[in-house]
């Protein structure tokens, strides 16, 4: 039997009517996962139990689907992959609508601030606002932690039933030093246990605290945001800091009292929303006819019924939380069949959960993919596309970004943040973290607005003799430039027209693989220029 999701205890066998190659192809997302987003192929054999033909399929049909890109032996997770967790969190509504409390406080306090959801007996966070310190909180957005060794642990569990509790403890007895979450240190099996004591003291007082109880050091003081509508615990808000700056009191007597009012707001904004009920986003388009494209082009390489179940996933969204089988299908363009089998493979996995007629995704989905990608930069997400633009041209190229400078007057520099060099003997030697003047380069000009009506820049010999480049914008999901990418050569190599009908195309090209995976990262997460 192929080997479970990492860290989902799946106690029984797969449904008779489960799909076995998206259980085998979940196993592979999950341990790429786990093991920080690279694995090469025989890691991901030894991790998985899959054979390694199965594994290369796997990995090449996620490379079609833009989840995995290989580099050299190793599998590596893209940011296109976050699609599926974001599919969850927009679906669940609560980081677009609570994200902004959160970040206020955290700039207040300048302490770190987590929204958390209960998943079974663990909790798993949809937001993080980190202080950007030497000593910081290194919890990302997806990441699993048992709910007795967290602050919010004990608010959930406050809500938890008879068979709940037992889960609880049979979790424990099994897995003594928590190895199936990897996002903390091993717990010392011999530690004091008053979790259930805990539990009953945040039942009565409304609020709960982690006094080191993940590590040594890090402490935090959570409260519960409720749902207007049921009262049951929505999520939880913490405030995380560490001993040296904040002991347990500390957080209580000071930083309790403002994390109540932020909840205060956030459970208003809750209420604001339930009057207003989202509307729904366009649902995926033409999944169903290019998954059959890529099956006829490909072969046996690419495993059809494991991208038809991934699809299955993005269905689901802003304003579409819970589907039918029938709204699942038709927003896919899948058959009734093929969804339902998906449906039935992703409720046996704990990815979805099924009410009546009618299906939500779980917090779960986040173990796919979010965890390592949720604190990426522009830098890291543009890297990969520079270096298969620089070998497409033989041709070094590189991603700039603004340096701030006097308000309302734009750039005066910028910065280089990137690169990927050419291997030629005569070539552009610009250092990630150079700075220029931003009226006299390609990258520069671009990110001031200066781009010609075919959205491009040059610089012709002004920075240095000899020196010719290209520039385009890179945009964010607001359409704002936030940085600039160019193609850099000889003027003895190519022509100012040449730049134009032979550069250009690919540069824009490699500009805009860029922007979507910017704006598929930073829909939830907060994406750093460098």
Not at 373 to 390: D, G, K, M, N
Not at 467 to 483: C, E, K, M
Request: aromatic share 4%; hydrophobic share 45%.
């Amino acid at each position: 039997m192929t080997a479970p999701l990492p860290s989902v205890p799946v106690a029984h066998e797969p449904p008779a009517e489960a799909v076995a190659p998206l259980i085998r192809g979940v196993a592979v997302l999950a341990a790429l996962t786990e093991a920080g987003g690279t694995l090469s192929a025989s890691a991901l054999e030894r991790r998985t139990g899959l054979a390694r033909s199965t594994v290369d399929r796997i990995t090449a049909t996620l490379a079609r689907m833009g989840y995995v890109r290989q580099d050299g032996r190793d599998a590596v997770l893209t940011p296109r992959v976050m699609e599926l967790g974001n599919a969850y969190l927009a679906a669940l509504r609560l980081p677009a609508l609570l994200d902004g409390h959160a970040d206020a406080v955290a700039d207040e306090l300048d302490e770190s601030v987590s929204l958390a959801v209960a998943d079974r007996d663990g909790i798993r966070f949809i937001h993080q606002a980190t202080r950007r310190r030497a000593m910081s909180v290194s919890f990302r957005i997806g990441d699993l932690l048992p709910a007795e060794r967290t602050a919010p642990g004990p608010l959930f569990a406050a809500e938890w039933t008879e068979p709940e509790w037992a889960a609880w403890r049979a979790r424990r007895t099994a897995d003594p030093t928590d190895a199936g979450f990897p996002a903390v240190p091993p717990r010392n099996p011999a530690a004091a246990d008053d979790f259930e004591a805990r539990t009953e003291q945040a039942r009565r007082s409304g609020w709960a605290l982690d006094d080191q109880l993940v590590e040594p050091g890090l402490v935090a003081v959570s409260v519960p945001v409720r749902d207007p509508g049921t009262g049951r615990v929505a999520c939880v808000a913490s405030v995380v800091s560490h001993t040296s700056r904040q002991t347990a009191a500390d957080l209580r007597e000071t930083l309790l009292p403002r994390l109540r009012t932020a909840v205060t707001a956030m459970e208003a904004e809750l209420r604001a929303a339930g009057a207003r009920p989202a509307e729904p986003g366009p649902p995926p388009s033409g999944l169903a006819v290019w998954t059959a494209a890529s099956k006829h082009e490909l072969g046996r390489d690419f495993v059809e019924s494991l991208a038809r179940g991934l699809t299955v996933l993005t269905a689901f969204g802003e304003g579409r939380p819970a589907l039918t089988l029938t709204d699942v299908a038709k927003a896919t363009g899948l058959a009734r069949a093929t969804a339902r089998r998906a449906l039935i493979t992703y409720e046996h996995l704990g990815l979805v959960s099924a009410d009546g007629r009618e299906f939500t995704l779980t917090p779960r989905v986040l173990s796919l993919g979010y965890p390592p990608l949720s604190r990426t930069t522009l830098s890291r997400l543009a890297v990969p596309w520079l270096r298969a633009l620089a070998d497409r041209l033989d041709e070094p190229t590189a991603l700039a970004v603004p340096v701030p400078g006097v308000p309302g007057t734009g750039p005066a520099e910028i910065q280089y943040v990137a690169v990927a060099a050419a291997s030629r003997v005569l070539t552009v030697d610009i250092t990630v973290g150079t700075r220029l003047p931003a009226s006299r380069t390609a990258l520069g000009r671009a990110l001031l607005g200066l781009a010609g009506p075919g959205g491009y820049a040059l610089a012709d010999e002004e920075l240095e003799s000899g020196l010719r480049s290209i520039a385009v914008p890179v945009r964010d999901r607001a359409g704002r430039p936030v940085a600039a990418v160019n193609v850099a050569t000889h003027a003895a190599r190519r022509t100012l027209a040449e730049c134009v009908s032979e550069v250009l195309p690919v540069l824009h090209a490699t500009a805009a693989r860029i922007q979507d995976d910017l704006r598929i990262a930073s829909r939830f997460t907060h994406v750093p220029l460098s």
